[in-house]
């Protein structure tokens, strides 16, 4: 007799291929239509599956987790951040949580680059003239942005992205700055030109344009405040495709309308999908919708990983990628 398969629920659409291969692998639930879970949804699904495969939208926390069913044993988080699931609290009722890390390093750089050029080069405010039919022709004062080669990028957390963010700003002529917990290896410095600065402050006060890679931790949170934006120029701009939470956003809008720093771009913000609407208001800020790791290839990449993480659970063996207390 076969042993029978285990019971998959998945919180969101997931790429054809993925769904598809899951279907053929495990007795899943698909989610349909793509609409976030309710809590309750939630729930009935932890007390009735063996596997949970939530995504960042779902908030995992010690309560949910509290009431999951005994069947429950592993959480294979579609993505790479963990900070929405209490995993302090999964470990203790014997839930394994597994992640998708490195599978969005090359999209989520490409996309850091791109908030930079559109900050720098006000590009938005160029295609707004050009959607709304108010250009006229070349002006030598239009438009005027800044040029990036020269500039010295601060890279706050020189992981996996932000060394993937140094190489591409490398190829822009930038002079590469970071600040990180633990100093990178000499050849991986050697091979960015990279240079260390211990004090956060102090790299702040001398970089041009600051780019968030770090994880929400509580560490991290509110690490960009408003004491911190005073100490860099009036004419650095700030890009996060991280985590919002790592900046206190009231603090940066008042930093803007103030001209403490030229301008933001920002993929993430603070509340999740909560937008705040005095961000909206200020005119030199870029604003998009979570779109770092949003490519076709990333996405199925993301899901294979998910796949895998199961396949090896259900085999009896350790996820490839568990999370540990000691990555968090």
Known sequence: MPSPRLSVVVTRRLPEPVETRMKELFDVTLRDPDTKMSRDELLGAMRNADVLVPTITDQIDAALIGQAGD???????????????????????????????????????????????????????????????????????????????????????????????????????????????????????????????????????????LSINCPHTPSTFHLINARRLKLMKPSAVIVNASRGEVIDENALTRALRAGEIAGAGLDVYERGNEINP?????????????????????????????????????????????VVPGQL
């Not at 850091?112 to 959607?131: D, K």
């Not at 961000?279 to 990333?298: C, D, F, K, Q, Y």
């Not at 796949?307 to 090896?312: G, Y």
Request: charged share 25%; net charge positive; hydrophobic share 45%.
């Open 71 to 209: 069947r429950l044993k592993l959480i294979a988080n579609y993505g790479a951040g963990v900070d929405h699931i209490d995993v302090a609290t999964a470990r203790a009722r014997g839930i394994l949580v597994s992640n998708t890390p490195g599978v969005m390093t090359e999209d989520t750089a490409d996309m850091v680059m791109a908030l930079i050029m559109s900050v720098t080069r006000r590009i938005p405010e160029g295609i707004a003239s050009m959607a709304q039919g108010e250009w006229e022709g070349w002006s030598p004062m239009a438009f005027l942005g800044s040029r990036l080669a020269g500039k010295r990028l601060g890279i706050l957390g020189m992981g996996r992205i932000g060394q993937a963010v140094a190489r591409r700003a490398r190829a822009f002529g930038c002079q590469v700055h970071y600040h990180n917990r633990r100093r990178a290896r000499p050849e991986t410095e050697a091979e960015l030109e990279a240079t260390w600065w211990e004090s956060l402050d102090q790299m702040l006060a001398r970089v041009d344009i």
């Open 278 to 322: 005095r961000l909206r208001e200020v005119p030199n800020v870029v604003l998009l919708p979570h779109m770092g790791s949003a490519t076709i290839e990333g996405r199925i990449d993301m899901g294979e990983k998910v796949l895998i993480n199961i396949k090896t659970f259900a085999d009896g063996h350790r996820p490839p990628d568990q």
